[in-house]
């Protein structure tokens, strides 16, 4: 029997991945029905700068790392733009990255044939995809084509040939789950548009949002993944042949202001834990208010586009001068309360008005 099930994926992909449940579903089963030889489907994330897209693909490979399973773990993650560059061309510089896993992960005992059995069952996450269109505006862009060819050769191609130590190998690519994401902030616009405007659908309108805070304000109710076609991501520029090698396409969740506040404290290497190891170091307890807390993720939900990310500008506002001198005076502990939070706020808000 299979050590792994889907649901041992998804556990431990939640400890790290938060607010994003439908799309790491989707890959554990990918992943769980790759790892037993079954056809998985490739996945398409498409999400906003800060939504978890890179955080699902590191925390699968670093599961994967340690859940036992050996050669059939050989995971490579890579920018979509290293593709674009690569002089080899059709991906080689990738299968090439995937025989050297191989051979990490199974030992120098392992044959050259076992080593390719292990390429051609691989994992391949690729992240900004979205920056590999084929066409910007009305400008073809011959970087992304060259890029989205090389994937298409992996995805499809049963005799892929690549140097190894130098000589010519070939393996059948066509067995390789791939995971792509990417955060398509044009076609989120144009989409947007289409949805404002009421082109083909209802036009939105404006609701009003009240805050955990108590803060109130409008925001239109819109979600991708209740407007996003096809031909959306045609027009942006990837093309109908690459596209159709996605059987799932997964638009992420916007993270809510509970989703924030969850982000901020909870995983191992959350922006506030790692902080505290700072302070710590300096014999120093730094603590946070539920107040501060909420103040802090109801900040960065105001910022749409930055997602997880806008945290970490919220909070450097209000920790930067306090870890300059971390024990001013002697002190051992130090509590971020709301009304530091306000104050680093109303100071950026004063500064942008100047």
Do not use: C
């Not at 037993?36 to 670093?62: D, Q």
């Not at 059939?72 to 050297?100: F, P, Q, S, T």
């Not at 400008?139 to 090389?150: F, K």
Request: aromatic content about 8%; proline content about 3%.
């Amino acid at each position: 029997m299979f050590p792994l099930r889907p649901k041992d994926v998804f556990d431990e992909l939640q400890k790290t991945v938060l607010g994003q449940d439908e799309a790491i579903r989707e890959i554990s089963v990918a992943v769980v029905k790759h790892l037993v030889g079954h056809p998985a489907p490739n996945i398409l994330l498409i999400g906003n700068s800060g939504s978890g897209k890179t955080t699902i693909m590191r925390a699968v490979e670093h599961f994967l790392m340690r859940s036992g399973v050996g050669g059939l773990a050989n995971v490579v993650r890579i920018n979509a733009n290293v593709l674009a560059e690569e002089r080899a061309g059709y991906g080689k510089l990738l299968l090439g990255r995937l025989y050297d896993n191989a051979k990490s992960l199974m030992g120098a005992g392992a044959s050259r044939q076992e080593l390719l059995g292990s390429v051609a069952s691989g994992i391949v996450f690729i992240d900004e995809v979205d920056k590999i269109r084929a066409n910007v505006g009305s400008q073809p862009n011959v970087r992304g084509i060259v890029a989205q060819e090389a994937l298409l050769t992996l995805m499809e191609n049963e005799n892929v040939e690549f140097e190894v130590e130098g000589e010519t190998v070939s393996v059948n690519s066509s067995g390789m789950l791939f995971v792509t994401g990417g955060a398509f902030e044009d076609l989120y616009d144009s989409v947007l548009r289409r949805a404002v405007i009421g082109q083909d659908v209802q036009p939105m309108k404006p609701v009003v949002v009240v805050s955990a805070s108590g803060e109130v304000r409008e925001e239109l109710p819109f979600q991708l993944r209740e407007y996003l076609k096809y031909d959306d991501l045609f027009r942006y520029g990837m093309t109908p042949q690459f596209i159709s090698r996605f059987e799932s396409i997964v638009v992420l969740n916007d993270l809510t202001e509970k989703d924030l506040s969850r982000i901020f404290v909870e995983p191992d290497a959350s922006i506030f834990r790692t902080s505290r190891e700072y302070f710590t170091r300096f014999g120093v307890d730094l603590q946070i208010t539920r107040g501060a807390l909420v103040a802090i993720a109801w900040d960065a939900s105001r910022q749409k586009r930055l997602g997880a990310r806008a945290l970490r500008e919220t909070f450097r506002r209000v920790i930067r001068h306090l870890e300059f001198d971390p024990n001013d005076g002697g002190q051992r502990v130090i509590t971020i309360d709301e009304e530091m939070v306000k104050s680093s706020m109303s100071n950026r808000e004063g500064a942008l008005k100047r």
